[in-house]
């Protein structure tokens, strides 16, 4: 796992984040593979993202830098972020 | 692996006026600088590269049309296509290298892009990149830049970039880069010749490519230093020491065990020191590049106002919701099928009716003095096993056009996406989704298809599953029989028996994911590509690719097993009662007996399927005399068996195991011998035992 760079407190997973909100990656956890994935697709330390639908269940969809993804809630969970303008 | 397609064409004649490759840069260099900058070198070779979803195989397809070769990278499961055009008299190879994010060792495809831009040094690399996630699609050219190769990129999808209010001035990031930036439309094959013209100049002069290099972070550089200094020293692996290094602190796992191979283990031991301080640096060297993009595409792009609603949000309100998306899934699976079969069926009717009657004419005038026998084997054997690649021809083409078309438009993946929920079930992932979903086409793609999932054991998983998704030729069997079979219900006996199929997969899935894979989980990371509208010439050449690889099977598979089973089923003797194969029927009667078929027919003709899946009918013809496979036959066939015996029939002929083409390739992408015959095994004994219920089970109901 690597720092956050915000207090734990306000920090929260991009799975807990419901849809329309915006918020900047601030830690990757889980192995190398998945981190360095993720990292190369754009998911790194600062990068502003934007949820743009989560049901609760099920798959998310993630707006990065022009891009949609898609992520297992599994994996949306190991993304934590910190809310936009919180910083 | 085959050579390439030698044949080359010219590039169409622009509408523009054509831009002249700038033939003085060279000489302003001097020739002598440089012995590749002669004026026309013979031969070129040109590696196209390029994230998912970028368009690059649109760009591919726009420069080499039909002359592209389709085949593997040698050893290995990942496509290669090559293809060759003519520039200003110089024939040029086009490789296209496996779209890939990066340059890291994630993925099979990963590694080959960069061995071959390492190992065989194209002359120069055309990367396409995507104007609407300019940032993401940068980020390949980052590491591209890491490597030496002279680079052009394509700025492509800017229409597509305009109406989701972004614009990109091409000259702007031009100069950012140092890099020439050709803007596209390859959809309509715009600016594709002024790309090929500038990649040509480069070629000719790789000595002007000055580009602005990415550099690593600052608290970075010393040790990246260091690292190379110890590499430098040793010299002893086939990669440059500045990236070697750089691989080696994003902790890259091939690199990292082919320098510990080839070093001496004290520098190892010092250089793994190194990293060992430094293992968090892949993140700072991944933001690092966004950083240094995030300053090239500043003074370039121009963004739209945050929370603008773009027609793919529009789309996606519906497409990937989780209950509307998955109506809408269903609704486009079904309109799938309906197209298919409203197009196809009258194609097919039509072909099978012109061509095999021009044949049989044919063979009956070449052979009219010929004994009985060798004319028998081309007008009942191959003639009739011509009449089933007719039949089905049209059906596989018109399914992979949909297919093409839904995946051109972006829509496939939205499918995954809703299906995720339930791949989940089976550990799998909504990517899994993709190769099944083929496999209702032709189950071979399908197997060669989960080669986009990362992980072996969701491979492996979606190979043994693939098999149990009802295939066009399967399909066509069941549409054949049924209506003579069940009369009036043939329509919910079709849809049952197709879900009895889908169930069985869920099932086979579930138990398979708890036994021997410990119900594990896979990570699923998705990109969804933005909608645009499909470019015609890209479905089209899908469709071709993937109807050509089954003529080629068809040509030779189907028409041999046809030949196969006429001269067995008339030897010894010419009489079919007396033959070999009746002999082998009725010798599998005893099993046949449990599920109610004890005619030896109906069990040679479950036995031919595994030559194809399309021959049951064939032989069923060629046993039951009647070869034009008319409405006849299904009558004959319905006839000798009772109604629950013809729906043991159909279930054993859907779930039978796999054809020859479809173990072959499981072969070839498992790359085992177990895992082929496990599949062939479990096949055999669903399909039996499903057989066995649902006969037993029509006869405790009086069926």
């Known amino acids: ?87 | 692996m085959s050579e390439p397609v030698r044949t080359s064409r010219t590039l169409p004649q622009p509408v523009a006026p054509p831009v002249r490759p700038n033939l003085r840069l060279v000489h302003c260099a001097g020739p002598e600088d440089d012995p590749r900058a002669a004026a026309h070198p013979d031969a070129l070779t040109v590696a196209l590269v390029g994230q998912p979803n970028v368009g690059k195989s649109t760009v591919f397809n726009m420069l080499t049309g039909l002359n592209q070769h389709v085949g593997n990278w040698p050893g290995k499961t990942v496509e290669l296509k090559t293809g060759v055009f003519e520039v200003e008299a110089t024939t040029v190879k086009l490789v296209d290298l496996p779209g890939t994010y990066s340059l890291t060792a994630n993925s099979e495809e990963e590694r080959i892009a960069r061995d071959f831009l390492i190992g065989e040094r194209p002359d120069v690399a055309i990367t396409v990149v995507n104007a609407a996630a300019l940032e993401r699609s940068l980020y390949l050219v980052a590491e591209l830049l890491a490597l030496d190769v002279p680079l052009v990129i394509g700025l492509n999808m800017s229409d597509v970039a305009e109406q989701h209010g972004i614009h990109v001035e091409a000259h702007v990031l031009q100069a950012a880069l140092g890099i020439p930036v050709i803007p596209l439309v390859a959809t309509r094959n715009e600016g594709i010749r002024e790309l090929v013209a500038a990649a040509y100049r480069l070629a000719l002069q790789p000595a002007a490519f000055r580009p602005n290099r990415p550099a690593i972070r600052a608290e970075h550089q010393p040790i990246l230093d260091q690292v190379v200094v110890l590499l430098d020293g040793c010299a002893c692996q086939r990669y440059p020491a500045s990236w070697a290094a750089l691989k080696l602190l994003e902790g890259d796992e091939e690199v990292t065990r082919e320098i510990q191979g080839s070093t001496p283990p004290a520098l190892w031991e010092e250089i793994h020191g190194i990293l060992l301080k430094h293992e968090d640096a892949y993140l700072d060297i991944a933001g690092g590049r966004y950083e240094w993009i995030g300053r090239m595409v500043r003074a370039a792009v121009t963004s739209p106002r945050a929370g603008a609603i773009t027609h793919t949000d529009r789309i996606d309100r519906v497409a990937t919701h989780p209950v509307l998306g998955l109506l809408l899934l269903l609704g486009i699976f079904g309109l799938a099928f309906g197209l298919t079969y409203a197009i196809a069926t009258p194609l097919s009717e039509w072909l099978s009716g012109v061509v095999l009657t021009g044949l049989i004419a044919l063979a009956d005038a070449v052979l009219g003095t010929a004994p009985a026998w060798p004319s028998g084997l081309v007008i009942d054997g191959v003639i009739g096993g011509v009449g089933t690649v007719l039949i089905f021809l049209p059906i596989l083409a018109v399914f992979f056009a949909v297919l093409g078309i839904l995946e051109d438009v972006g829509y496939l993946a939205r499918g995954a996406y809703i299906m995720d929920r339930f791949m989940h079930l089976m550990g799998l992932h909504g990517k899994s989704f993709l190769p099944l979903f083929l496999g209702f086409g032709c189950n071979v793609p399908a197997v060669m298809g989960a080669r986009i999932l990362e992980e072996r054991r969701a491979r492996m998983l979606t190979i043994l599953l693939a098999p149990l998704v009802p295939c066009t030729a399967r399909l066509a069997v069941l549409a054949f029989l049924a209506p003579a079979f069940f009369g009036s219900s043939a329509a919910a006996a079709t849809i049952g028996l197709v879900a009895l199929n889908l169930g069985i997969l869920a099932v086979t899935g579930i138990a398979v994911n708890k036994m021997a894979f410990k119900g594990e989980q896979t990570a699923f990371i998705m990109e969804l590509p933005l909608y645009h509208i499909p470019n015609l010439r890209t479905v089209g050449l899908y469709v071709w690719n993937n109807t050509a690889s089954f003529l080629r099977k068809a040509g030779t598979l189907i028409l041999l097993a046809s030949a196969v089973v006429w001269i067995l089923s008339n030897v010894p003797g010419g009489n079919v009662e007396t033959s070999i194969l009746a002999a082998v029927g009725r010798a599998l009667a005893p099993v046949g007996e449990l599920m109610g078929l004890s005619d030896w027919r109906i069990i040679v003709a479950l036995l031919s399927s595994f030559f194809a899946k399309e021959n049951t009918i064939a032989t069923l013809g060629v046993l039951f005399g009647a070869p034009e496979a008319g409405s006849a036959l299904a009558t004959q066939v319905a006839a000798i068996l009772t109604p629950g015996a013809r729906l043991a029939f159909l279930a054993v002929a859907m779930l039978f195991i796999p054809c020859v083409a479809t173990v072959a390739t499981i072969k070839q992408e498992t790359a085992s011998w177990k895992w082929t015959a496990a599949s062939i095994g479990l096949l055999l004994i669903i399909s039996l035992g499903a057989g066995v219920v649902i006969y037993q089970l029509a006869r405790v109901f009086g069926m």
């Open chain 1, 1 to 87: 796992m690597i720092d956050a760079s915000q207090p734990a407190s306000s920090t929260s997973q991009v799975a807990d984040l419901p849809s329309g909100a915006e918020a900047t990656v601030c830690a990757l956890t889980g192995g190398h593979d998945f981190c360095g994935r993720i990292a190369n697709l754009g998911f790194t330390l600062g990068a502003p993202l934007r949820v743009r639908q989560n049901y609760g269940r099920g798959p998310v969809v993630v707006a990065l830098r022009g891009t949609l993804v898609a992520l297992g809630r599994a994996e949306a969970r190991r993304i934590l972020v910190a809310p936009r303008g919180a910083t």
